[in-house]
């Protein structure tokens, strides 16, 4: 017997939420329009628009603030959309459950990574994780900053150092130390240091704003201590001082993981090493504790523990 429009009135408002309209709503937050939302998809901007307005229609509440330049959310949407991630999620999960052995693994995971550990790391070894679940889509944060989990829509990230926001679980996956690199380029031009006195005569790269990093500490059998590298060559990002590196631009106090490929390629050389501090930092990957964790994101997790992990050092990785 068909239901009356009383009866389809009464019924509660969760119930006429479509999920598509959700997904337009944290999309249109993500990428900062409604446009590019709609060019993503396919469709015209009207309809990206229509589904917000359903929301806002159906809970009785402004979700966004729109001007000409940017989309912002109100304190309902800021509601809206984390709330929505949740239950979007939890859609996702039961259809993964239901549906499909391991091999089948389907759907989006953003990960968060810093532009460095992306090109040198996680990118080299994505032929590897679509081989094995080749419905999988990685969508990939390049940003050195901490996130903001539930504005980005970040699912996983790839973080070091202490973290200390309690509503994170870090979950460690590796550890690195750094080391001094360069080039053979470099080294057939300028020699190759045979103890810490010999840098006084070389070139360096270091970082131009985070000066922590310039630090180069010496290990406790070779008189412990720093020494201040002052680069010939400087610049704002990890990324960009790993390829002056490779470019034989000067030598480098990097992490060891983003010079392993260029390590078992023989087109990097590691100095030092017996001078140099050998204590290991973790790596952690990094997920809200609220929130739930299909399928999708536990084998990307395992990914990024088997790349990060102690017994990694290139080989099996493509060359640069």
């Known amino acids: 017997m068909p239901r009356n429009t009383e009866d389809l009135n009464a019924r509660p408002h969760w119930q006429n939420i479509l999920p598509g309209d959700l997904a337009f709503l944290i999309r249109s937050v ?25 929301l806002e229609a159906t809970w009785g509440v402004r979700l966004l603030r729109r001007s000409t330049h940017a989309l912002s959310l109100t304190p309902e949407g800021e509601v809206a959309v984390d709330l929505g991630r949740q239950s979007l999620a939890t859609l996702a999960e039961i259809g993964e459950r239901l549906a499909a052995p391991q091999q089948q693994v389907s759907g989006s995971v953003r990960l968060a990574v810093s532009a460095a550990v ?12 679509s081989a ?22 970040v699912d996983l990230a790839v973080r070091t150092g202490v973290i200390s926001d309690e509503s ?37 790269v270091s970082h131009q704003r985070a000066p922590r990093l310039n630090l180069l500490r010496f290990a406790a059998g070779a008189g412990g201590g720093e020494y201040a590298v002052n680069g010939h060559f400087r610049a704002s990002s990890t990324d960009t001082l790993a390829e002056m590196i490779w470019h034989g631009l000067g030598i480098g106090y ?18 030092l090493s017996d001078f140099t501090d050998p204590v290991r930092h973790p790596i952690y990957a990094v ?19 088997e790349i990060f992990g102690p017994e990694q050092t290139g080989a099996g990785l493509p060359e640069r």
């Open 118 to 129: 992306a090109r040198y790391v996680v990118v080299p070894a994505l032929p590897l994780l």
């Open 287 to 305: 997920y809200q504790a609220d929130r739930l964790r299909p399928q999708r994101i536990a084998v990307v997790l395992e990914f990024l523990k």
């Open 30 to 54: 993500e990428l900062g329009s409604f446009s590019a939302v709609a060019r993503e998809h396919n469709l015209p901007t009207s309809s990206v628009s229509r589904a917000i307005q359903r």
């Open 168 to 204: 994170l679980i870090a979950r460690p996956i590796g550890s690195f130390r750094r080391g001094l690199f360069a080039a053979r380029t470099y080294l057939q031009q300028y020699g190759q240091p045979q103890t810490p006195a010999d840098l006084a005569g070389h070139r360096f």
């Open 132 to 153: 094995r679940y080749p419905q999988l889509q990685l969508e990939l944060l390049i940003d050195d900053r901490a996130n903001d989990f539930t504005q980005e829509g």
């Open 254 to 271: 990097m992490s060891e993981l983003i010079m392993r490929s260029g390590l078992a390629s023989g087109q990097l050389v590691e100095l």
